[in-house]
């Protein structure tokens, strides 16, 4: 059984329809990375998918589950949760109030600080920056507080929408280095990101999706040499 499958989903931006027959899956201990341009239907795909964007046909399973069209606040608390394009955060709020709004489910104060302990493990900053207002942050920072924010919900499935966009180099490298760290410490992953060979690099699988359809699917190094991903993605 998947972790998390989309079979023939459909669904529309009001009458333009944004993604047709989608088929992807994501199984245990995976990182799973959907590229393309602009516009192609990957942030679409991942709000598919957390109920943010009504699928008009097919079906989403989570752990054998159908999942389709449920809310975000519901699929959250059933294990998945999604750090959004642009990260989200709340500018006004403290980063300490961020990342306990990820925690909104837990009642235990002990388990709150235990998973708030494990972030600063990944992102110290984020401890030495705990009273400053989100908004008041560089953009990395502001990335590692909405992957934080995401992670205090301890999930089984991270959805991640273009992590790297708008980062120095140097960042992304880091991003990406957590990400694949989250990987082996048995989170299931899946990566919508514009940097092809940066994803594909760290992807067990990926898939390509151009004007709302899947056109390719293969294991990460194998999309990589493929000619038509690196003329269209990776020139």
């Known amino acids: 059984m998947h972790v998390l499958e989309l079979t023939n989903v459909a669904a529309n931006y009001g009458a333009i329809q944004a993604l047709r027959d989608i088929h992807l899956f994501v199984d245990e201990g995976e990182i799973v990375t959907l590229i393309g341009s602009n516009g192609a239907g990957k942030s679409t ?43 989200r955060i709340f500018p006004k709020l403290s980063v300490k109030e961020n990342l306990l709004i990820g925690a909104f489910s837990v009642k235990d104060k002990n388990t709150v600080e235990d998973r708030m302990e494990r972030i600063f493990g990944y992102f110290p900053k984020l401890k030495e920056r705990l009273e400053q207002k989100g908004g008041t942050m560089s953009g990395g920072e502001q990335q590692m507080l909405a992957m934080g924010r995401a992670l205090m919900m301890n999930p089984q499935l991270l959805m991640l929408d273009e992590p790297s966009m708008g980062l120095a180099p140097i960042i992304v490298e880091q991003i990406f280095e957590i990400i694949k760290e989250l990987n082996k410490e048995g989170v299931t992953i899946l990566l919508v990101e514009q940097n092809a060979f940066q994803s594909l690099q760290i992807a067990h699988r990926g898939y390509v999706i151009q004007t709302g359809e899947i056109v390719l699917e293969g294991r990460g190094p194998d999309l990589i040499r493929n000619e038509q991903v690196q003329e269209a993605y990776l020139a």
């Open 45 to 87: 795909t991942l709000k598919s998918i957390n109920g943010q964007v009504k699928v008009k046909a097919g079906s989403i399973t989570y752990r054998g589950n159908d999942i389709t069209n449920l809310p975000a606040h519901q699929t959250s608390l059933m294990g998945i949760a999604q750090v959004p394009e642009g990260r």
